[in-house]
């Protein structure tokens, strides 16, 4: 299967575990992709079976919860785009402290549904990731074992 993941991130750690996601599935015998959502436009969409979305929540123009900014630009620049017929996945890094925890993956799914994506099986929601990565990376493993299933 040919796979995108298309992430951004403030401190690293939602690169780090897309990161972790291209290996596992490279190993699973996937050919996967990473870029920035800067960097992505609908085209860049059209030759993968399945697009992984990932982003940090913020606290953003005084509202929580909010995915990256780039994903905030990506979402008002494309309003207009149709992916029908186009599998996704998405998964976050939050702190469950805040009342809106991993909120972003609420919105870009919401984004993703709106636009005629399916969105293949539920959001991930990672709790402080870089705080326990080996126990965060099973549950990302875990999670991806769905997706490839």
């Known amino acids: 299967m040919k796979i995108l993941v298309i992430y951004a991130t403030y401190s690293g ?7 972790f996601v291209i290996q596992f599935l490279q190993e ?3 050919d996967v992709e990473l870029k920035q959502i800067s960097q992505v436009s609908s085209e860049t969409f059209d030759s993968f079976d399945l697009l ?14 909010q995915p990256h900014q780039d994903f905030l630009s ?3 620049k494309n309003q207009e785009i149709n992916l029908a017929k186009k599998k ?13 925890f991993c909120g972003a993956v609420d919105i870009i799914k919401e984004f993703l549904e709106n636009h ?27 999670w991806l074992k769905k997706i490839i299933a």
Do not use: M, R
């Open 13 to 19: 750690g939602t690169q780090v575990a897309c990161e």
């Open 28 to 30: 699973w015998g996937h």
């Open 52 to 65: 992984i979305f990932a982003s940090p929540s913020w606290n953003f123009e005084d509202k929580e919860g």
């Open 74 to 76: 990506w979402i008002n």
């Open 88 to 100: 996704t996945a998405v998964f976050g890094l939050g702190d469950s402290s805040y009342t809106s």
């Open 116 to 142: 005629n994506a399916t969105v293949i099986l539920p959001t991930l929601k990672i709790d402080g990731y870089l705080f326990n990565q080996e126990k965060n990376n099973v549950l990302i493993k875990e």
